[in-house]
């Protein structure tokens, strides 16, 4: 099994959190995304944890909400007392809903609205990362005009060039995010929010990609932004006190992926840091990590019913499920690979090759190709693993299918988190 919370019962069924995904699938129906708590709490206490450890507790890991965004998720991210990092008004709205304290809140973006800064500005959230400088000028004005004030950091792009599909990299300089290190512009802004009247910059932040393997990408990192910080404290006299690292831990989709413990990013990142500032002569600057996929990746799985089963002789086997892109547009945007499972009929040996495909009016709707589950039939359960990030938060109501439900379990015990969409919630905004 992929990892240590999915077990095969007695029946034969297949078990996600100590759940009975065959009977979740019959008590709330499919397509249904299945949340597993207790993984979700256990992998922010580590990322808590390691804080504590690696930087004495001058730090903070936030929840990217993008990756998995409900009131739910930031009922438990407050709980364990993270912080999140949201990247619209939507995301904002979502949190500040859910009660979430706004000065443990990071707001991102390549391009900021108006509204969505002088929302931010009223919610008082506790720092905006600043991706360009249309956005320092806006902002500074905004702050002046509503007699505010905000912390900001300046988003840099290291220049590092993670090995990652080329729509989830975004260190490198091209990149459509933040400010470039070489050619001085980084430098520029860093002097001209020094000078803003109505902002603070408190430190840096960099990202330098998604589903990332390696430790080396995370450790050049950490030392370019620590050189740049001692360059502007040589240039300027200023010491910047905060630096977010960003997130992008990889996680595992199938056996193929062996993702390093995060802890051990940590430990590694924690040491190029505390070499860097002594060799630099700096002080620690408070250190924020943004991990949105470790954290509810492997933590979800999707539930579907299986409808047709196709086969082309010498093609391909289609077995179609009663979702697909609208749930799950990972496929179709990255061709993203996924184990899946026949739930009901998970202890039966997994030699059957097939093409799963989704129901939506394009031939590239399809969650995997070639890949192995049971021998099944129309009726049956499929589970496909690893589905808790970036599949809920990217459905959409294509073909105007619903979206499905949302249901967290936890010490087996399952629970409504988001009702499934019904046809009258399609046509609601219509006139
Ligand atoms: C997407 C994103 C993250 C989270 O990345 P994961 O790969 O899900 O950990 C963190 N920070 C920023 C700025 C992001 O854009």
């Given amino acids: 099994m992929l990892n240590e919370d999915l077990k095969i ?239 992008g831990f990889g996680i595992k989709y199938t056996e193929q992926d062996q993702p390093v413990p995060y802890d051990q990013y940590m430990e590694q990142v924690s040491k190029t840091v505390h070499s860097c500032c002594s060799e630099y002569n700096l002080a620690l600057p408070k250190i924020y990590i943004e991990p949105g996929r470790s954290i509810v990746g492997e933590s979800g799985l999707t539930l579907y019913t299986i409808g047709a089963v196709k086969s082309i002789p010498n093609t391909r086997t289609y077995v179609s499920v009663d979702g697909g892109m609208t749930d799950n547009p990972r496929y179709i945007l990255y061709q993203s690979t996924y184990e899946a499972i026949v739930a009901n009929k998970a202890e039966k040996p997994r030699d059957y090759t097939v093409t799963i495909a989704g129901r939506c009016c394009e031939s590239g709707d399809l969650i995997q190709e070639h890949t192995p589950i049971q021998k099944c039939a129309p009726g049956d359960i499929l589970a496909v693993l690893s589905t808790g990030a970036y599949n809920y938060s990217m459905a959409s109501n294509y073909n105007r299918v619903p979206r499905p439900a949302v249901v967290f379990v936890k010490d087996g015990s399952p629970r409504v988190a988001v009702r499934r969409e019904s046809y009258a919630d399609l046509v609601q905004n219509d006139l």
Avoid at 190 to 200: D, F, G, P
């Fill in 9 to 247: 019962n007695q029946e034969g069924h297949l078990l996600f959190g100590g759940a009975d995904t065959v009977a979740l699938a019959k008590q709330y129906g499919t397509p249904l995304y299945v949340m597993n708590e207790n993984r979700i709490r256990k992998i922010c206490n580590m990322y808590k944890q390691s804080i504590e450890k690696c930087y004495h507790g001058n730090g903070l890991p936030l929840f990217a909400s993008k990756a998995f965004c409900c009131k739910e998720i930031c009922r438990i991210m407050n709980d364990e007392g993270m912080g999140l990092d949201v990247v619209s008004g939507g995301e904002l709205y979502t949190a500040m809903q859910a009660g979430f304290p706004p000065e443990r809140i990071q707001f991102h973006g390549n391009n900021k609205t108006t509204e969505e800064m002088k929302y931010a500005l009223t919610c008082g959230v506790g720092h905006f990362v600043v991706d360009n400088l249309t956005e320092l000028h806006t902002l500074d004005n905004l702050a002046g005009c509503m007699h505010g004030h905000a912390n900001i950091l300046l988003r840099i792009k290291p220049g590092i060039d993670a090995h990652t599909h080329k729509f989830i990299r975004t260190g490198q300089i091209d990149s459509k995010f933040g400010f470039a290190l070489e050619t001085g512009e980084a430098m520029a802004a860093v002097k001209e929010a020094l000078q803003a009247k109505n902002v603070t910059l408190t430190g840096l932040h960099c990202h330098i990609g998604s589903q990332i393997f390696e430790i080396q990408p995370f450790l050049l990192a950490a030392k370019v932004m620590l050189t740049f910080i001692r360059d502007i404290k040589a240039e300027t006299g200023a010491e910047l006190q905060e630096l977010n690292l960003g997130g």
